[in-house]
């Protein structure tokens, strides 16, 4: 099978796919997610230990991490993070750091996006679903 480029998930994407609910996915997000790089910010991996230290998950970030590796050979993406940070003081749509993080990691890299987040997918219109 021919990968397409990187994709990057969202951390809701993330605990679905962790969780055993990827049917919460929509058709185009599934098509993407077999056929893609599958990659996540580093601000995925923070946001999932913050979720978990605040009981909104049950697995710590490492070891959802671990579990995507396995499930989906998602993997952390390594771009500078110098640039992800300055790209995102452009993201001023949101008070949110942890959107800011990951939409401006998927634009510096022209990235499609998995995302729900209708808030998201109006300012970054790769967003897919």
Same mark, same amino acid.
Do not use: C, N
């Given at each position: 099978?021919?990968?397409?480029?990187?994709?990057?998930? $969202?951390? =809701?994407? #993330?605990?679905?796919? #962790?969780?055993?609910?990827?049917?919460?996915?929509? $058709?185009?997000?599934?098509?993407?997610? $077999?056929?893609? $790089?599958? @990659?996540?910010?580093?601000?995925?991996?923070?946001?999932? !230990?913050?979720?978990?230290?605040?009981?909104?998950?049950? %697995?710590?970030?490492?070891?959802?991490?671990?579990?995507?590796? !396995?499930?989906?050979? @998602?993997? @952390?993406? !390594?771009?500078?993070?110098? =640039?992800?940070?300055? %790209?995102?003081?452009?993201?001023? *749509?949101?008070? &949110?750091?942890? &959107?800011?993080?990951?939409?401006? =990691?998927?634009? @510096?890299?022209?990235?499609?996006?998995?995302?729900?987040?209708?808030?998201?997918?109006?300012?970054?219109? &790769?967003?897919? *679903?």
């Amino acid at each position: 099978m021919v990968r397409t480029p990187r994709v990057f998930l $969202d951390t =809701h994407v #993330v605990v679905w796919l #962790v969780g055993g609910q990827a049917e919460k996915l929509g $058709d185009e997000a599934r098509a993407l997610i $077999d056929g893609a $790089d599958l @990659v996540i910010s580093p601000a995925v991996v923070l946001e999932l !230990q913050y979720l978990y230290e605040i009981g909104r998950v049950s %697995a710590p970030a490492l070891t959802a991490l671990s579990i995507l590796q !396995q499930a989906l050979d @998602v993997r @952390v993406a !390594q771009d500078s993070f110098e =640039h992800v940070v300055i %790209a995102a003081l452009g993201e001023d *749509w949101t008070r &949110d750091p942890f &959107d800011r993080l990951i939409v401006a =990691h998927a634009r @510096v890299l022209g990235a499609p996006l998995i995302s729900r987040d209708r808030r998201l997918a109006e300012r970054y219109p &790769d967003t897919r *679903w």
